[in-house]
């Protein structure tokens, strides 16, 4: 009987030191989280796919007993559970508690793992001058946090800004000022969160707090996030007069003859109609539907699922031009209408070489003085703005000098209703296109180019649209982005493809930069009849960047590490491309 007791107690002290760690390296932290939103789910883990336990609302303190990635567990009446980092205030129980530092990455492609060690899984990959948060430390490698992730890097990588670090609220009530424009506002730190609307270059933010590399902005009502990379700091001391507040904000109308109603719902009485490309002050929001005030005075309501918010101060008002511009018809039989939309009448019919004087620019459109001396109205696409002394009035661009300043035209392929082709898993290739876009977007513009997206959101796109594109703003780059899929669920790998010989160039320096990073097979660069390149008459490429019919190329293209290498590859090609 002894000898049995002995034998238990001797396999429990052997099961008790090998208890599983935490896989994902949490950290204990002291402190208490303050709820900052009406209501808010605290979570069995730390992500949104765990189930519920209970729910809190703003102003209610709760201790934090531990923190993973951007997700604090507190102590609640219900239990122990888990809530978004964004979404509450953090105060530290004691000062004693080493701060977080800020540091930059000073490598190209340094990757993120899960743990402090080279064996360690990877988990994406960070660039040069990409700005994280230091929270730990273990030997050579140091714990980061940017963003919506964190991992481990080797100390030699990362430069700190300062041994005194600051806190991770780096601004708070102060005044942002937008660099660049069509800036997504996003609910959440992420690029993979919803956009809420955009803002653009010169509009004035109100900065409520911040995490590694996104800004925390009051929008209208609403708490939102921005990238830090395209806010500036100004005195508001300095400035003359107020400027447009965020919490003021401008709906921009996405469709065409949109009704306006006297009530919150489809079945209220149409009082009014709007076309895509106007713009309106939003008066009031109630169950996503805003209140705006039409030109004859009267108020009404607009379903908000057709409204693209912003802070764009002048509100229904047409674009002023340069004096003596004049528009020229590209096309024969190009439609000269009523209003400015696709839908209003056509009142006359332009021919190639045809030219008019402009009057304003309304959008996306031109109002132009036609010979009888009234104006009609032509889509800005199908034509060239020229001065009156006939000299094209935008702005030469000089393929050297690198990223700066080039007009980058970045297509993700299909949307909408046409879903491109579907995995041997079931994923859909217009998603991946939009993810792989959005990265390559925002990794051009942190380098100081011009980036336009064909589409940012799940919206069908027609083929000479993408085209148009690309001819109106003049690209120095066409990129078209693609995963591709066969019969033959063996074949694997990345493809690159042009039509035009002058196009090749592009192709090759794009095609070698993935070559060199993908760990996918290099299937070659190929002539590809593809309207989008073959009708372009920009420099074009259209790019296949995996096989969605084999499952395990399947299975990787759809990791956050494949998608941010695929951009960073783009990216890098890029720049070899425009470099002197």
Do not use: C
């Not at 990757?111 to 994280?132: A, F, H, I, Q």
């Not at 964190?150 to 806190?167: A, L, R």
């Not at 992420?190 to 902005?217: A, C, P, R």
């Not at 009142?347 to 001396?373: A, H």
């Amino acid at each position: 009987m002894i000898k049995k007791i002995i034998a238990s107690i001797l396999i429990v002290l052997m099961i008790i030191p090998f208890q599983p760690l935490e896989a994902d390296y949490a950290h204990a932290e002291a402190g208490t989280a303050t709820i900052s939103v009406s209501t808010l789910n605290v979570r069995t883990g730390p992500g949104l796919s765990y189930p519920v336990l209970t729910k809190v609302h703003r102003g209610e303190e709760y201790s934090i007993v531990d923190t993973q990635n951007d997700w604090y567990k507190v102590r609640t009446d219900s239990g122990e559970g888990w809530v978004a980092e964004w979404l509450v205030s953090v105060e530290s129980a004691s000062s004693d508690v080493s701060p977080k530092q800020e540091g930059r990455v000073n490598t190209d492609g340094l990757r993120v793992r899960k743990g402090p060690g080279t064996s360690e899984e990877v988990v994406t990959v960070l660039n040069t001058g990409d700005r994280v948060s230091i929270s730990d430390e273990e030997s050579d490698w140091l714990f980061i946090e940017w963003g919506n992730g964190s991992g481990w890097v080797h100390e030699d990588y990362v430069s700190e800004n300062s041994t005194t670090s600051s806190p991770s609220k780096k601004r708070e009530n102060e005044e942002g000022i937008i660099t660049d424009n069509s800036l997504n506002v996003r609910t959440s730190p992420s690029l993979q969160s919803s956009v809420l609307g955009v803002l653009n270059k010169g509009d004035h933010v109100e900065v409520t707090g911040s995490v590694s590399g996104w800004y925390e902005i009051q929008f209208g009502s609403d708490k939102a996030w921005v990238n830090d990379a395209y806010v500036e700091f100004s005195s508001r001391a300095n400035d003359d007069e107020p400027a447009s507040s965020s919490t003021n904000l401008v709906g921009i109308i996405t469709v065409h003859g949109l009704n306006v109603r006297d009530e919150t719902s489809l079945n209220g009485s149409v009082v009014g109609k709007v076309s895509k490309g106007e713009k309106y002050s939003l008066l009031k929001e109630k169950n996503n539907w805003y209140q705006i005030k039409l030109s004859n005075g009267k108020k009404g309501w607009i379903a908000g699922w057709y409204v693209q918010k912003t802070v764009t101060a002048s509100a229904h008002e047409s674009e002023p031009t340069s004096e003596n511009e004049n528009i020229t018809v590209l096309y024969n039989g190009t439609n000269i209408r009523s209003e400015a939309n696709a839908r209003a009448s056509v009142i006359e019919r332009g021919s190639s070489g045809d030219t008019f004087p402009v009057i304003s620019k309304n959008g996306d459109w031109y109002e132009i003085q036609l010979e009888d001396g009234s104006a009609g109205f032509v889509a800005g696409w199908v034509v060239s703005i020229r001065s009156s002394t006939g000299e094209n009035t935008t702005p030469s661009r000089k393929r050297s000098g690198g990223l700066q300043d080039k007009v980058v035209v970045i297509d993700p392929g299909h949307g909408g209703r046409d879903s491109g082709t579907t995995g041997a898993s079931g994923t859909l290739e217009k998603l991946l296109t939009m993810r792989t876009g959005e990265l390559l977007a925002e990794k051009l513009k942190s380098a100081g180019a011009k980036v336009v997206l064909t589409r940012k959101s799940d919206e069908y796109l027609s083929l000479p649209s993408r085209v148009s594109l690309s001819h109106y703003y003049q690209a120095d780059a066409f990129i078209s982005l693609h995963f591709d899929s066969i019969l033959d669920s063996s074949i694997v790998g990345h493809t690159t493809y042009y039509y035009q010989g002058r196009q090749k160039e592009l192709a090759d320096e794009i095609h070698g930069s993935l070559a060199d990073r993908l760990p996918t097979k290099d299937r070659g660069v190929r002539v590809g009849d593809y309207h989008v390149v073959r009708e372009n008459n920009q420099p074009a490429v259209l790019l296949e960047l995996g096989f969605l019919s084999n499952p395990a190329e399947e299975a990787n293209v759809n990791t956050q590490y494949f998608q941010d290498l695929a951009a960073t590859a783009i990216y890098h090609g890029l720049g070899d491309y425009f470099s002197d």
